[in-house]
């Protein structure tokens, strides 16, 4: 009785005649003005409580009782049910979450000099890539993610593949279609009855467990691998670090929980990446005033010829800013990830019963006009103080790329390394700019959509060398 107002509930297609769901933040936003920060909309026959601002984001997700997940078809349907961290809860999500948190916070902090290397090497390899299209208009897509996908590779197998061989081109196969047959079957979480009405031809579903099929084989021959390679004495990589746990014993970890991590890490973790890479080459190339103040200052701390280093960037407050607003602007998870309550709570004076689904507008955050000047414009300086110096994070209420709380992505300081070392390597070399025919109009492919990730409208990018023109 005590549940957040919202739109009214018709049978079967719940609140989806009054939302735009190809736009789902804009409607959002009409619903706010009309019943507040917490409103409640249907989806099917099933009440999702959206909240609408920074403070109770935050103060929701902060709260163990909000980090419950749904079991929904696409996450479920990937991992042949609810397995690994993005689907589970309780004891298993949390020992699963914090081993993984703990083994990228290792990795990505004070002994960050081997993933570092192996970004930098993978970063030498996409400018040599780059060196032999200059000029020429080019689609970035493909190159960016062979570099994702070695990084990834390395720590969790400790090697690299080459982009020819067999392997690769399953799993990059493998990855691309489980993640577009995700994004198509998120509706059927709450119109399950849609994948017996509707063709194969529109569902996809036979197409989507074969490469699932095939992609859970390949986790399984990977720890295979390692079990015959690990003689109990080596630590190097994620596999080698979660199997030590198996042979001690301890609860929750088993070869399927590892199996099920590392397919999490390639869909998940490689598939935010990817897309967060084609906006940063689309906004980059749109802005050539931005490029140009992010390479004098490299030039002016790190020098024309010397590789950035992680290290660099607390000296570099511009390149940092220009980054981080590429994330705000870029939102591409513009409801994050659906969360579930673990027991009935109450938030903002609303009661929420146990297994309430939660969803966060993170894009009303990303685009509050209280808390960002130019709100709907690409604008570095929204990071920068006064004295051009990077804001804190608590000086950035709303910024929340990575989701917040307790449930917030783990890959995130991975994630942030890698765009970084990318960008500084590329634009000391590099100029990026549109082609002649491209209006520069920086657009998404689809608005929105519910735990599907914004990708930008495709274009093609002229990467020049900065020394020959
Ligand atoms: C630019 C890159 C990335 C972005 C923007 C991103 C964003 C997000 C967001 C918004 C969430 C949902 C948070 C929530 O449920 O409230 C999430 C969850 C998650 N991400 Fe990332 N992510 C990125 C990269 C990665 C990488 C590289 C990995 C792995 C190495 C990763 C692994 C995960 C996992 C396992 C979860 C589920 C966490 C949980 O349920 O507890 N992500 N990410």
């Given amino acids: 009785s005590n549940f957040p107002p919202g739109p009214v509930n018709l049978p079967f297609v719940g609140s989806a005649m009054i939302l735009d769901v190809r736009n789902l933040t804009k409607s959002f936003a009409t619903l706010k003005n009309k019943y507040g920060d917490i409103f409640s909309i249907y989806v099917g026959s099933t009440p999702v409580v959206v909240l ?20 929904n078809f696409s996450g479920t349907f990937f991992q042949k049910g609810r397995t690994g961290i993005s689907t589970t809860e309780g004891k298993h ?99 399950p009855v849609l994948t017996k009405l509707l063709p194969e031809s529109i569902t996809c579903i036979e197409r989507g467990r074969y490469y699932r099929n095939r992609f859970h084989e390949i986790s399984e021959k990977w720890i295979q691998e390692h079990r015959q390679d ?13 199997i030590q746990r198996i042979n001690q014993g301890d609860d929750t970890f088993s070869e399927q929980g590892l199996a099920a991590m590392l397919r999490e890490i390639f869909i998940i973790g490689a598939e935010s990446e990817s897309v967060m890479m084609r906006w940063v080459f689309r906004i980059l190339s749109c802005n050539p005033q931005v490029q140009k103040k992010i390479q ?6 790190v020098g024309p010829k010397a590789q950035v280093k992680w290290e660099n960037k607390d000296d570099l407050p511009y390149t940092m800013a220009a980054i981080k607003e590429i994330q705000r602007y870029a939102d591409i998870a513009p409801t994050g990830l659906m969360h579930k309550t673990m027991c ?49 994070v608590e000086e950035l209420p ?10 917030a992505c783990p890959g ?30 920086i657009a998404t492919q689809f608005k ?22």
């Fill in 398 to 407: 709303g910024f929340l790329p990575y989701g917040i709380g307790k449930r």
């Fill in 448 to 469: 929105s959509g519910t735990s599907v990730l914004r990708n930008p409208r495709p274009y093609r990018v002229v990467i020049n060398n900065r020394v020959s023109s």
């Fill in 230 to 242: 690990y003689r109990g004495n080596r630590t190097g990589d994620l596999q080698d670090a979660y």
């Fill in 344 to 392: 009935d709570v109450k938030i903002g004076g609303f009661t929420l019963p146990e297994g309430t689904l939660v969803m966060a507008n993170i894009s009303q955050c990303h685009r509050d006009p209280k808390l960002w000047l130019k709100p709907e414009q690409f604008y570095p300086e929204h990071f920068l103080t006064q004295d051009n110096t990077l804001k804190s």
């Fill in 412 to 441: 995130a300081k991975l994630a942030d390394m890698q765009i970084f070392l990318v960008v500084s390597n590329l634009l000391q070399e590099f100029s990026l700019s549109m082609p002649g025919e491209d209006a520069g109009v």
């Fill in 296 to 301: 004098a200052e490299l030039e002016a701390v």
């Fill in 93 to 191: 999500w949390k020992v699963q979450r914090d081993f993984l948190e703990n083994y990228l916070d290792n990795l990505t902090g004070a002994g960050h000099k081997a993933v570092e290397e192996v970004i930098l090497d993978e970063t030498t390899d996409l400018k040599s890539e780059f060196s032999k299209h200059e000029g020429e208009p080019v689609s970035v897509s493909y190159k960016t993610n062979i570099s994702i996908l070695n990084v990834l590779w390395n720590v969790v197998c400790g090697r690299k593949l080459h982009s020819q061989q067999q392997e690769f081109q399953t799993v990059y196969e493998c990855i691309d279609k489980i993640t577009q047959f995700m994004s198509r079957a998120a509706i059927f979480s709450f119109l």
């Fill in 52 to 71: 609408n601002s920074y403070q109770v984001i935050k103060e929701a997700f902060d709260r163990h009782e909000f980090s419950g997940r749904p079991g």
